[in-house]
């Protein structure tokens, strides 16, 4: 501050050298204005939540000039003017737009638990898990007519859902998982973290749907259509190994699969089984600059793990020629995992999520590509739970995706289960006012499985750190058929 | 974060944000040392800004540099704000109006700048403006004539001459107080 008020001083007397002489006053006055200057200390909140807003309206007007860009275009270069050209037109600007927003990570606070109860949908007390064990108990009935058993002491469902057909065929050996931590001591730290939930604008299908309104389909006047918005829109490539786009405007997200009427029937099984992860990896990075999906917020491509123990499970298999291709060395998954402020994102049974592609390894071609997201969130603070020995014994339950312990197991397997790190747990928030779930991501632990068997799939368990934790008597088991049945 | 030069090239819609961490807190200083009152300043920092992103289009580099615009933006807020309050074309900001009991200025600040606030008040508004952002912000009279859209020599001889007139405007009690205040 003295080397700034000496250099004020000198300019002065570089402009008036006569002022040298009231140097004293000089100095007291400035020091006097300095001493006056105001806490101007400007609020964070109040930037952040600024920047959230300029970023969507930034993302409004990079629609608008990227549709009247294309509309400008169409009419310029003397088109025929169809409503399906014009629709592919628009719906081309709004993926661009989409991928625009995807790399803008903007969170806006909005407040402590400002997004209410947060109930963690896990595999022992979600609805789908309730339903499963409906449909389950009326397979039951209706094996029971047609002269096969179900085990009677078996209890029935079982939390992925499938209804009735999610019945295991009779083991060999009824095994009990059993999961023991062995990672020695650790602490959840602060009692306090942010939940983050994604939200959407909605301007984009406000404005899709203002300028479909204009176009004459020749069947129906769209125009007395009232406040119409655009939900869900799907457009195909016409080209040879075309890809269709499926964007729901709703949650903001984008998918990509082959347009099947424009690739060739599938026939080889197995040519490329022998390929490197590096040279997945680089097929998937490929596709991801080919088609500019920004992924800014996202991690390096990993090869999906469960795809291992899919093809280990396979090659295993008593039968495996009714494995599904799905599950042998012709298709790989690489995952991008999400990252919302250097915490990773993983999904309740332990893997990491976030953009997926597809690659079928005998085209070396990507076949799909989902959960292409924006990035826009609110956040909030909860309290944590941080009773070490409460999520230990979680841990021990299965964590977030359950475990059932069969009462008339024939072996015990111990999967050992290390010292777990901090991330974000995916789970969904329902609203009764909305047709769909809001994706909510929650502070959690992840526990890494340090010992493998062949029938587990499973790489670590997730621990909420927010909720209620189920106890192991919750869960529901796969239903098993009899040794009658066989 | 990326710096802006304020080339063409860098302003522009993708560049916004990064613009904004660039400039947000800057902006939000000048309007407080006009408004003396933060809600006021939030609120016209967020209108600067919205209108500085509507109309991006206009920016024209070869009129001026980019801060030169973005300040102007927010100097017209501040005169719209307290013009449209007090429908009179002669205010330009809470400087114009200090004293008025029914402008909200923050308390803390109104009681820091009881001592200067006469002699500051007399000054014109770009005297002031200059004063205030080499004194309380520190600037470079390089940064300064970018904001006041004037030359640095401009921006020099301003504020040598007006330290000189609130040094021989100073009423005598003012003078002797601070000779014996700081030394």
Not at chain 1, 19 to 41: C, M, N, T
Not at chain 1, 286 to 301: S, T, V
Request: proline share 3%; with cysteine; charged share 25%.
């Amino acid at each position: 501050m003295e080397k700034n008020i000496k250099q004020i001083l000198e300019d002065i007397y570089l402009i008036d050298p006569n002022l040298k002489s009231k140097e004293a006053l000089l100095l007291g006055l400035i020091q006097e204005l300095l001493s006056a200057r105001p806490d101007s200390q400007i609020n964070e909140e109040f930037v952040n939540n600024l920047k959230l807003k300029l970023i969507t309206e930034r993302s409004k007007l990079i629609e608008l000039k990227s549709i009247n860009k294309n509309m400008f275009n169409l009419f310029s270069k003397k088109f025929i003017f169809t409503g399906a050209a014009a629709l592919s037109l628009v719906i081309l600007a709004t993926f661009l737009t989409l991928q625009d927003r995807g790399g803008q990570l903007a969170i806006k606070y909005a407040g402590k638990e400002a997004f209410g109860a947060i109930v963690i949908n896990s595999s022992s007390n979600n609805e789908s898990a309730k339903n499963a064990l409906a449909d389950s108990n009326q397979a039951s009935s209706l094996l029971a007519e047609t002269g096969s058993e179900i085990a009677p002491t078996a209890p029935l469902g079982f939390g992925g859902g499938g209804g009735s057909s999610m019945i295991a065929p009779y083991p060999y050996e009824i095994t009990n998982y059993k999961y023991v931590y062995n990672g020695g001591d650790f602490e959840v730290g602060s009692d306090q973290s942010d939940v983050y939930r994604r939200t959407n604008s909605g301007s984009v299908s406000s404005q899709l749907a203002s300028i479909i309104g204009k176009m004459n389909l020749n069947m129906v006047d769209l125009n007395k259509f009232k406040d119409m918005k655009v939900n869900t829109m799907e457009i195909a490539e016409d080209r040879e190994y075309g890809y269709s786009l499926y964007v729901d405007f709703r949650q903001n997200t984008l998918s990509i699969s082959t347009n099947w009427e424009k690739w060739p029937t599938r026939e080889s099984v197995g040519q490329a089984s022998e390929m490197s992860d590096q040279e997945i990896i680089a097929i998937a990075d490929n596709f991801l600059a080919d088609y500019g999906i920004n992924i800014k917020n996202y991690g390096q491509g990993e090869v999906q793990e469960t795809q291992r123990y899919a093809i280990m499970k396979a090659e295993s298999s008593s039968a495996p020629d009714i494995v599904s291709p799905y599950y042998t060395r012709d298709y790989a998954n690489v995952i991008y995992p999400m990252v919302i402020n250097g915490e990773q994102v993983y999904d309740q049974s332990g893997q990491k999520y976030g953009i997926n592609i597809g690659i079928d390894l005998a085209y070396k071609r990507v076949t799909s590509a989902y959960n292409i997201n924006t990035s826009i969130f609110e956040s909030s603070t909860y309290t944590l739970e941080t009773d070490v020995n409460k999520i230990i014994k979680f841990v021990e339950a299965g964590g977030t995706y359950g475990n059932y312990l069969y009462p008339d197991a024939t072996k015990t397997v111990n999967i050992e289960v290390g010292k777990p790190e901090r991330g974000l747990l995916l789970t969904w928030q329902w609203d009764s006012t909305k047709p769909y779930s809001s994706e909510l991501f929650v502070p959690a632990l992840i526990f890494p499985i340090t010992s493998q068997d062949s029938q587990n799939y499973r790489t670590s368990i997730t621990v909420p750190l927010i909720g209620e934790m189920p106890g192991q008597n919750d869960i529901l088991p796969m239903p098993l058929e009899t040794k009658s049945a066989q | 974060m990326k710096i802006f030069t304020g080339d063409a090239a860098d302003i522009n819609l993708e560049s916004f944000p990064d613009l904004y961490d660039q400039y947000v807190r800057k902006i939000f200083n000048f309007i407080y040392y006009k408004t003396h009152h933060k809600e006021t300043a939030e609120d016209l920092t967020s209108q600067t800004f919205l209108k500085a992103l509507k109309n991006l289009s206009q920016f024209n580099q070869k009129k001026g540099h980019f801060s030169t615009w973005l300040y102007q933006i927010a100097r017209n807020q501040v005169i719209d704000f307290y013009r449209s309050k007090k429908n009179d074309i002669n205010i330009e900001d809470i400087w114009d109006l200090a004293g008025n009991e029914d402008i909200p200025r923050d308390f803390d600040t109104a009681h820091r700048l009881e001592k200067v606030e006469s002699y500051l008040k007399k000054l014109r508004p770009d005297q002031r403006e200059i004063v205030l952002l080499r004194v309380w912000e520190g600037l470079s009279y390089k940064e300064i004539a970018k904001i006041v859209d004037k030359d640095e020599a401009q921006c020099r001889v301003v504020f040598s001459r007006t330290i000189k007139t609130i040094k021989d405007e100073m009423p005598l009690a003012v003078f002797l107080s601070l000779l014996l205040f700081f030394h």
